[in-house]
């Protein structure tokens, strides 16, 4: 990972945080989600979050991490002087920077006008693999590695990266160990059971919630003011994501409102 640290700051100790929770389905479970602290020779502290499912609010949450992180540095009587830099990193399997292409994203604290870093103790990387996969290329070094483990890789291609990478080839033998496991496999079934149900019910819920903002939209921009009953009830009324599809196909065809008012009736009988 291209964290500008020198290659004397090697790993010193990496810590487990929240272990119950994590024992209990199965921590290398890769559609899960897996919090680590890192400690380096030189005392960098990494806080390293996967989060392979919908999470929301992560930037906020980035904060809260660091925040609590940072002020709870377990040295007793501790000098402003000596307290230790945080670094956050992220690992996403959904977009959090939509418009940007890029797959790694780093953020400091720094001067608007002149860009200046305040200093090194606020460190976030996001690293979001669905854009990552997209790249369609061998990994070009360790951090591109890992993200294609992550990004649920398999048969020759992940053998070659094993080869590679003797971490990745650990945690692949664990995996395994984990797998045959049968009271874990078990967990770990209905853990993919209910990430799948999740994530296709805010597919559809995001899905339902863009063809009522188009519905709206065209109704408003139509019909003005006089819409706005019709636009109440497309969003309160209880549409499936079909009927709502169907009314949005063709409630461009309302030349009325009239028209208009007549087909979201009928949907609201279907």
Not at 35 to 47: A, C
Not at 214 to 227: A, E, H, M, P, Q
Not at 256 to 265: G, P, Y
Request: overall charge negative; glycine content about 2%.
């Amino acid at each position: 990972m291209k964290l500008n640290r020198s290659s004397d700051d090697l790993i010193k100790l990496v810590t487990l945080e929240d272990k119950n929770e994590i024992e209990f389905d199965g921590h290398l479970d890769r559609v899960n989600r897996l919090n680590f602290t890192v400690t380096s020779q030189k005392g960098q502290i990494y806080l390293v979050q996967v989060q392979l499912g919908d999470f929301f609010l992560t930037d906020r949450r980035s904060l809260y991490y660091w925040t609590h992180m940072y002020y709870n540095q377990p040295e007793p009587g501790l000098y402003f002087s000596e307290l230790r830099p945080f670094v956050i990193i992220h690992i996403l399997e959904d977009d959090c920077f939509e418009e940007d292409k890029r797959y790694h994203h780093v953020f400091h604290i720094r001067d608007d006008e002149t860009q200046q870093k305040l200093n090194d103790d606020l460190e976030l990387h996001y690293l979001e693999l669905s854009k990552f996969k997209q790249c369609k290329r061998d990994p070009e070094n360790a951090l591109e590695e890992w993200l294609m483990y992550f990004n649920n890789t398999k048969g020759e291609t992940l053998e070659k990266i094993a080869t590679r990478n003797p971490s990745i080839r650990k945690v692949i033998a664990l995996e395994e160990k984990f797998k045959a496991d049968a009271k874990k496999r078990y967990h770990y079934d209905m853990r993919e059971k209910w990430n799948l149900d999740l994530r296709s019910n805010l597919k559809a819920a995001r899905e339902e919630g863009a063809a009522r903002a188009v519905i709206c939209l065209y109704l408003n921009t139509r019909f003005g003011k006089d819409s706005e009953i019709l636009q109440e009830i497309v969003n309160k009324y209880d549409f499936n994501l079909k009927t709502l599809t169907t009314l949005r196909d063709n409630i461009f065809r309302s030349n009325t409102l009239d028209e208009a008012k007549a087909l979201i009736q009928k949907c609201t009988v279907l």
